[in-house]
């Protein structure tokens, strides 16, 4: 299958700095890509949505200011934690798909623990 | 609001089959049924999906219901590394991928 890289697998930082997680389709075109959040024992929370060259759909809750999403080229997408706080110590998960068709499967990184201290 | 009902966690033992199910009773007629599983501080990984007809592939199989509103993911033969936490999704709008809260497969030796 399809390799999606994410970078970093950890990180701590310090409380009121910015974090940048990268999600890059190292063999596809991400047309679409999906970032998610998990807390401990939970199932994956949808937080966006991006389109190659679009600005992310962000979905209800979810700040756009504090999540920055950058989907630039058909290979990278960041997300950056603005202002992080201990709250935002999560596991994050991205996923790319072509096109963001429904018939064909999505690819996701190895997710992003982040703590934040 | 999940599309998809499934239950919280599930056992087998090593070698023997699992068939976990999954219940879609709102599907539409252009959604596809996925499936992927995520193993410990995981990303998740890609199972298998399909539209009405039965399918197969190396790691499952997956039998549709002929109403499609439920499906059930085969694995033929259990190992310790199966042992994950298994989701069925709906995919029915270009960019919908969302997750319910799975089943917890544990499997024992």
């Known amino acids: 299958g399809a390799v999606v890289s994410q970078h970093p697998s950890r990180v701590i930082c310090k409380s009121g700095t910015s974090v940048k997680i990268e999600c890059r389709s190292l063999d596809f075109q991400a047309t679409t890509m999906f970032w998610y959040r998990q807390f401990p024992k939970q199932s994956l929370m949808l937080m966006a949505t991006?389109?190659?060259?679009?600005?992310?759909?962000?979905e209800q809750g979810v700040e756009k200011d504090k999540f920055l999403i950058n989907h630039a080229s058909l290979t990278l997408s960041t997300l950056t934690v603005t202002s992080a706080h201990p709250e935002d110590s999560s596991f994050y998960i991205c996923s790319a798909s072509s096109r963001g068709r429904k018939n064909t499967e999505a690819f996701f990184g190895q997710g992003t623990r982040l703590t934040v201290v | 609001d999940a599309k998809t009902t499934q239950p919280n966690s599930m056992e087998s033992n090593e070698e023997e089959p699992v068939h976990l199910p999954c219940n879609h009773s709102?599907?539409?007629?252009?959604?596809?049924i996925h499936w992927y599983r995520q193993l410990p501080s995981q990303g998740p990984e890609y199972v298998i999906h399909g539209l009405t007809s039965n399918v197969n592939n190396r790691m499952a199989s997956m039998a549709i219901a002929e109403d499609r509103k439920s499906s059930t993911l085969i694995l033929h033969r259990a190992t310790l590394r199966d042992a994950a936490v298994y989701y069925c999704i709906l995919r029915d709008r270009l960019n919908d991928m969302r997750f319910g809260a799975g089943t917890r497969l544990t499997v024992k030796p």
């Open positions: 991006s389109n190659e060259g679009s600005k992310a759909t962000y």
């Open positions: 709102t599907i539409s007629g252009t959604d596809y």
